[in-house]
């Protein structure tokens, strides 16, 4: 396991018959809300989250605009019968979810296409998403399916944290239009004209019409665009750090 966090979430994980309690599991501490009484098996706890190390308290910082959403993994799952991309169609409810958790700063870090759920008559979906907030991704390792179960019908998401983890700087560059592949984007610009509706009846359903149209666009003229990897250490051969860094100095304080 690389340096940081290793968190474990349980969906609907097993408990014990009698007490109604989570089992306990010497390497990891538990996370389970204060107050968990269950009378029945019915009101038994559907989720737990395990950690196999405590967060350090410096690590956990408030956004901005007081927002209650920490700097810290924040775990969401979806309701029942709402499928994942790479099982079949993506219901309205999956969408609304990933527009409502993208909109407050939330991407979607689960494997996609990778089942965690499987239903009484063998149809295999993820209901089961793991989102983070987007301060974290760049300290996010991995997120993966895992092959143990802990005794609860739903495989475990295992997500590696590491505070210390920095990512490469990249930057897309677009393409210049004079450079444009014109078939790759007529091609792309059409497949996403395929799904629009033959008639528009309303002002609303125009307007749709419009923004989608434009998105589509947008995106075939972006994906012809490069993304460079930045490199801070590295130097031009040309350039002579020891002469020309304290000229570039002094010409950006006179511009400023």
Not at 99 to 110: D, E, I, N, P, R
Not at 123 to 136: E, F, G, K, R, S
Request: proline share 5%.
């Amino acid at each position: 396991m690389v340096e940081g966090y290793d968190a474990l979430l349980l969906q609907e994980p097993w408990v014990n018959p009698i007490n109604l309690q989570i089992p306990g599991h010497a390497a990891w501490h538990a996370i389970v809300p204060f107050d968990y009484y269950a009378q029945d098996y019915a009101s038994r706890i559907k989720t737990c989250i395990y950690l196999r190390h405590t967060i350090p308290t410096a690590l956990i910082r408030q956004l901005p605009s007081r927002s209650p959403l920490l700097t810290a993994i924040e775990l969401l799952d979806s309701e029942g019968g709402i499928g994942s991309t790479g099982f079949g169609t993506i219901s309205t409810d999956a969408k609304t979810l990933i527009h409502l958790c993208g909109s407050a700063g939330f991407k979607l870090v689960s494997p996609k296409g990778t089942a965690t759920f499987v239903s009484l008559w063998g149809q295999w979906t993820a209901i089961d998403l793991t989102w983070v907030n987007y301060p974290l991704t760049t300290k996010v390792v991995s997120c993966r399916v895992l092959l143990e179960n802990f005794g609860s019908d739903h495989q475990a998401l295992a997500t590696v944290i590491n505070p210390h983890l920095k990512l490469p700087i990249t930057y897309h560059n677009t393409a210049s239009l004079s450079s444009l592949d014109h078939f790759s984007y007529t091609t792309n610009v059409g497949q996403a004209l395929e799904e629009f509706p033959t008639t528009f009846k309303t002002t609303a359903e125009i307007d749709t019409g419009v923004h989608l149209l434009s998105e589509a666009i947008n995106k075939a003229f972006l994906s012809q665009g490069k993304t460079i990897r930045m490199n801070p250490t590295r130097h031009k051969s040309w350039w002579d750090k020891d002469i020309l860094d304290p000229i570039l100095k002094s010409w950006n304080l006179a511009r400023k």
